[in-house]
C-alpha cells in the first residue's frame, strides 16, 4: 500500500507507511488511490473473460392432474404459496404444510429442501433433512402419500414445449 499527501500528490514524496507529510506540517498521509488509464489504441486488447450460460434443463411439477413449470429461480411448494395455492383440492391436502419444500437451482442442478414442513418431503423414499440435489425423474413426495412427478421437457428455440 503507498500514502501520500492529500495537499500536494504529485510532487510530495509517496511512503509505504501511515504517517504525516514531510513538507507539509500536521497533513496526514492518505492512501494513495490508483488512477484508471483506459487503454491505449495502440495496445494489445485482451477478450473479456466470458462464461458460457447455465444451460437449465425445463422441469415440470405434475400434482393434481395439473402441470407446472419450475422457474429459473425456483419454486416454493406449499398449500399456501403460488401457484400451488390456487390448484383445485389442494387446500384440502392438509398434511402438505403451508410453505413445504424449495426447489431451487445452483448452477446447472436442481436441489430441493424441507422448510421444516410437519409431515416432511421425500426423495425416493427417504426423508429429506438437509438441501438435497434432486433431478427429474426422482420420485418426490410431499406429507406421507402426496407423489409429485417431476419431469424435464424438451423445449424449442422459444422456450415453448416440444
Known sequence: MTYQCPADPEHCEKKSE?????????VMLEVARAVFKPPSPESPRTPPITTPPVRRPHVTLELLGRT?????DGIVLGREKPPLDALPGMAELTQISRTHARLFWLA???????CESTNGTFVDGEKVTTRRRFAPGQRL?????VDVLV????VDEFGLPR
Open 18 to 26: 501511515p504517517g504525516y507529510c514531510d513538507v507539509h506540517a500536521g
Open 68 to 72: 407446472i413449470q419450475v422457474p429459473p
Open 108 to 114: 446447472d442442478h436442481l436441489y430441493v429442501e424441507d
Open 141 to 145: 413426495r410431499l406429507g406421507l402419500d
Open 151 to 154: 419431469t424435464a421437457v424438451e
